[in-house]
């Protein structure tokens, strides 16, 4: 079965309060991935774990942390909410190993509203 | 950094009918291409992929590319309600996947 779960569904945060998501996958990938999606945009890739090794995209490097405790777990922090990070926020995986042939399997996403 | 762009950003087709959904990439060195097709409160699924020019086709599906004009394409034969759904692009490039904005495709009975 392909699965990739994220929770909450939907999270309510305040402006200035910490914000933690999670994602699970069942597959044994060995890539996992977090995008932001705002409406009518495109999904923005936030960062992703290749293994053990964590890489952030240069725009988005200082607002958003990450951790990977295990292959199937992977969180995304938030530390300072604001306004302008109320999205959907999109959990993906992957196996790296099949090269360019790389297919993401995504969860259904966290939709955050900070207020 | 990538730019991937789609085109039309919405579109309403009778069911039946044949449908066009167009994606552009700022990099000819990008390596793969995707369609992910993501239907209303569910995750995004992949529904083809293509790395060399040309066509390849998977049932009613389509897909072109043109490395050389930073294109590629989906076509839809004989259109059904059930392929109502937003209908993302993907490029590969430099070990990161970019995605355009969507299509939001509706096709009425």
């Known amino acids: 079965d392909t699965t990739v779960k994220q929770n909450p569904r939907y999270k309510l945060a305040r402006v200035g309060k910490p914000v933690n998501l999670i994602c699970s996958q069942t597959?044994?990938?060995?890539?996992m991935y977090w995008y932001q999606k705002k409406p009518n945009q495109a999904p923005k890739l936030l960062l992703f774990?290749?293994?053990?090794?964590?890489?952030r995209e240069a725009d988005t490097f200082e607002k958003f942390q990450s951790s990977r405790p295990n292959n199937s777990f992977c969180s995304l922090y938030i530390g300072s909410a604001g306004l302008e990070y109320s999205a959907m926020y999109l959990c993906?995986?992957?196996?790296?190993?099949?090269?360019?042939?790389?297919?993401?399997?995504f969860g259904s996403g966290t939709r955050l509203t900070v207020l | 950094q990538q730019n991937v762009q789609q085109s039309p950003e919405s579109l309403i087709v009778p069911e039946g009918a044949r449908t066009s959904l167009n994606c552009t990439f700022s990099?000819?060195?990008?390596?793969y291409f995707w369609w992910y097709r993501q239907h209303s409160g569910k995750a995004p699924k992949a529904l083809m992929?293509?790395?060399?020019?040309g066509e390849k086709e998977e049932g009613r599906f389509t897909i072109h590319l043109n490395k050389a004009s930073l294109h590629f394409s989906l076509h839809i034969r004989d259109s059904q309600p059930s392929d109502s759904a937003l209908y993302l692009c993907?490029?590969?490039?430099?070990?990161?996947?970019?995605f355009g904005d969507g299509t939001q495709l509706v096709v009425k009975p």
């Open positions: 993906a995986s992957s196996r790296r190993d099949w090269g360019l042939a790389e297919t993401l399997y």
């Open positions: 597959m044994n990938h060995d890539t």
């Open positions: 774990y290749y293994d053990k090794i964590l890489n």
């Open positions: 990099d000819s060195a990008s390596q």
């Open positions: 992929s293509i790395f060399s020019n």
């Open positions: 993907a490029v590969r490039d430099n070990n990161r996947i970019f």
